[in-house]
């Protein structure tokens, strides 16, 4: 069992410690309005790599705030109108949405795979800031000067539920059976896309970041993908004058209080030995799920690639190929 965290009985019961703000349905209903405001455009751009099996395609279009996000996208060749399931795919902090090959074991059992650039990453997506503090890595506190509007993964959970119904109406898919998948901020993100988009079927969650910064910060593991936290109070509020709204404000973006607006099935690994990511805040995102969920808890691993972990998400859509 870790020694830096709760004991397994008590992380099955916990539900977190950061605030909900109270006017936090208010502020996403909000947000989606402005989402389902804007005209899309999604553009298709065919992609020079190529396989027998499937077309590869770069697709664009307008996101909130003037951005233009980009996504990889894969579908199956030849495929009746409307009978294809989807995956939507999300990457870790900082990355991107990876190699074509890494979607063609999905497209190869007959999915259409469009994986995020989240913007202000390493990927194509394009980010307009227009709140202050830095840009390197800092996207967690982007915002927390300014206005909960401006909090920068208030505009990237968008993306997820913009890109999902942009998939869910390509005339390939069957909207029926759309999942979301990631791990890391990508396990955030495929939870935070499904409580934003309510017709995400399945959803698909390894070791989520972006949840409970409270008890990050009281686990003194405000570093790493964290460390952001520790920087802006060392240089934005020494006194910690600000303290309880600011961990109010990221409650907007904390994906343990968007989990309950989750309807599919969820399937989440669950790391213990996780100081980056650390379980209690795991847990407290999968027990206010409300929906049909499993968990796979990996004693003895971090944040690091886990055995037969991929083997247990196919098989999790298998039901749909």
């Known amino acids: 069992m870790p020694a830096f965290d709760y004991p397994l ?18 502020y996403w209903e909000e947000a989606l309005e402005e989402m389902h405001a804007i005209d899309a455009q999604p553009e298709r751009v065919k992609a020079d790599f190529k396989t027998p099996f499937a077309d590869c395609y770069d697709l664009f279009w307008n996101g909130v705030g003037g951005a233009r996000v980009h996504a ?3 579908i199956p060749k030849e495929v009746p109108e409307g009978c294809c399931p989807a995956v939507c795919m999300f990457h870790g902090y900082s990355a991107w949405c990876g190699e074509w090959t890494n979607l ?12 995020l650039d989240c913007r202000g990453q390493a990927g194509d997506s394009q980010e307009v800031v227009s709140a202050t503090l830095s840009t390197f890595k800092g996207h967690i ?17 968008l993306d997820t539920a ?21 791990g890391s901020q990508g396990g955030a993100l495929s939870l935070a896309c499904a409580a934003l988009e309510p017709r995400i079927a399945k959803v698909i969650s390894q070791f989520p970041f972006l949840s409970d910064y409270y008890r990050v910060w009281q686990m003194d593991l405000a570093e790493n993908a964290y460390a952001e936290l520790r920087d802006f109070f060392r240089w934005s509020d ?32 669950i790391t213990l030995m996780d100081k980056i990511c650390p379980p209690s805040t795991q847990f407290a995102a ?8 499993k968990h796979l808890i990996y004693h003895d691993h971090g944040h690091e690639g886990l055995p037969h972990w991929t083997d247990h998400v196919y098989r999790f859509l298998s039901d749909w190929m």
């Open 104 to 115: 063609l074991t999905m497209a190869a059992s007959g999915f259409v795979v469009a994986s």
């Open 238 to 269: 020494p006194l910690h004058e600000r303290e309880e709204e600011i961990f109010t404000w990221l409650g907007y973006i904390d994906v343990k209080n968007l989990a309950p607006r989750i309807k599919g099935d969820v399937l989440m690994a």
């Open 72 to 74: 990889k996208l894969v």
């Open 141 to 157: 506190i982007r915002g927390l000067r300014d206005d909960p509007k401006d909090l920068a993964f208030r505009a990237m959970f």
């Open 162 to 182: 913009q890109m999902a119904g942009l998939v869910m109406d390509m005339p390939e898919v069957d909207a029926t059976r759309v999942a979301s998948q990631g």
């Open 286 to 293: 999968y027990n206010n799920i409300h929906a049909p969920k």
């Open 9 to 26: 009985d008590k992380l099955k019961t916990y539900m977190g410690q950061n605030p909900c703000p109270s006017d936090f349905d208010a």
